[in-house]
């Protein structure tokens, strides 16, 4: 029943504004790829039979064979990625867990992610996980499991583990969004190496931050590193654990909002005035104070049957729960548009210009088959004015012969009978 109001709410996630353009670009360059086959078989052809084209063409052909192949290849495996930053506990983990409605990531004490973990969904209902540099897919059967592998690796911190999980257990997995869970920001030095292996191609930035806490400086450095590196990264902010501010016995209502509206304002001037990622408007609406553990226990609850709250933890659920959706919601939007941008865009003008070359090429050939057709015809019709020519000839010296024969037989016939009157 989940799994079915899942898929239901599915259809009209802004996800599929990127799920529709894989699929359209993905059938596009389909019948590209066919039609440069079709092509490179007739062209070649066209070689043997008459050399109306040259080696260089050929070859220039069966390079956009390989060429359309490659661009499919990395078209079917295109996603959009989101990666999560923020200091050790504060909370990534469970934020992705929340998202992915699972508690697929461990979390807690002792199971800080010593290295980078990217969940991606799996094909065939299997889970497993892969180090880097190995084609060996470990079975994972549950989250005790996974939390052991990840602990027993030897792993440097810069290295990845890709977790594969079925994709039919999470509406973002089957659209898929690709999750990437940090070591915490305060444990490396080296954090250049981080963004260029893990950051470029990520369409989405989530800081997760404490909101007991303020940001601190190597929050801040991470990600001003960042948008050095990339122009304008899609950056949301996340104060995590905004339950634990309703659970302070002397905390009113007045004082939260207090804090509430400081942190706010940071964040704001962060995004816009430091990073200078976003303008005020949209700054404000990639900010959110949400409870990520709650959010994880609502839905855990849900999938039992039972009503979200039973997951709260502290007085205010509801709005923190919405707030975790309203953050959903703008995260699935920017993400989408921002993969079908920077993925597709590059892709389909490069179709345009593989198609563009291949028909002008083609238009080029067939003048030549044209001009060489036309050529053809002149000598048929030559040749054909020659044999009408003979054929007239040869008729006429046939009934000339005939004629003779005859006269020849009426001359024999008569000198025959006359002989034998004689
Ligand atoms: P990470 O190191 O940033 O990935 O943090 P984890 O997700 O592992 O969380 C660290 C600890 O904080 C775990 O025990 C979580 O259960 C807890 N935690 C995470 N989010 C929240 C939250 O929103 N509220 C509360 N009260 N605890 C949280």
């Known amino acids: ?250 905390c009113q209502e007045s004082e939260l909002a207090k804090v509430k509206s400081q942190h706010t304002e940071r964040c704001i001037d962060f995004l816009t005035k430091e990073l200078k990622v976003s303008n005020e408007k949209e700054a404000a609406e990639r900010v959110f104070f949400v409870s990520a553990r709650e959010t994880l226990q609502a839905r855990i609850e849900e999938a039992k049957g039972n009503p979200p709250h039973m997951g709260a933890i502290a007085e205010g659920f509801q709005i923190r729960y919405f707030e975790f959706q309203d953050f959903e919601r703008k995260f699935e939007e920017c993400i989408s548009q921002s993969a079908v941008k920077t993925k597709f865009q590059q892709h389909s003008s490069r179709g345009k210009s593989v198609s563009g070359d291949m028909k002008s090429m083609l238009d080029n050939i067939f003048e030549r088959i044209t001009i060489f057709r036309n050529l053809k015809q002149d000598q048929k019709n030559l040749l054909t004015e020659r044999i009408q020519g003979t054929e007239t000839q040869m008729m006429q010296v046939t009934r000339e012969m005939k004629m003779k024969i005859h006269n020849m037989v009426e001359e024999v016939e008569e000198k025959v009978s006359k002989a034998l009157n004689e």
């Open 1 to 250: 029943n989940v799994e079915s109001r899942l898929y239901q709410s599915n259809d009209k996630s802004p996800l599929q504004i990127f799920v529709r353009a894989k699929k359209k670009i993905n059938d596009i360059y389909g019948e590209i790829e066919e039609y440069v086959h079709e092509t490179t078989t007739f062209i070649n052809a066209l070689h043997t039979e008459a050399e109306i084209v040259d080696k260089a063409e050929r070859e220039l052909f069966e390079s956009y064979v390989y060429k359309v192949a490659a661009i499919r290849e990395v078209l079917q495996r295109d996603h959009m990625k989101v990666a999560f930053f923020g200091r050790t506990s504060n909370g990534k983990s469970s934020v992705i867990n929340a998202m992915l409605r699972e508690k697929i990531l461990p979390s807690g004490i002792g199971h800080t992610t010593n290295c980078f973990c990217q969940v991606e969904g799996s094909n065939g209902g299997e889970a497993y996980l892969m180090t880097e540099g190995s084609e060996e897919k470990l079975n994972v059967v549950n989250i005790k499991q996974l939390a052991n592998a990840l602990c027993q690796e030897k792993l440097c911190e810069s290295s990845l583990v890709r977790i594969f999980w079925p994709r039919e257990r999470c509406s973002l997995l089957r659209d898929d969004v690709v999750f990437v869970d940090s070591p915490g920001v305060d444990v490396s030095a080296n954090l250049d190496d981080w963004i260029d292996n893990h950051c470029l191609n990520a369409d989405v930035f989530v800081l997760v931050l404490n909101a007991e806490s303020t940001m601190t400086r190597a929050e801040k450095q991470f990600f001003h590193t960042v948008s050095q590196k990339l122009s304008k990264p899609n950056i949301f902010i996340l104060n995590n654990r905004w339950d634990a501010s309703a659970n302070e016995p002397e």
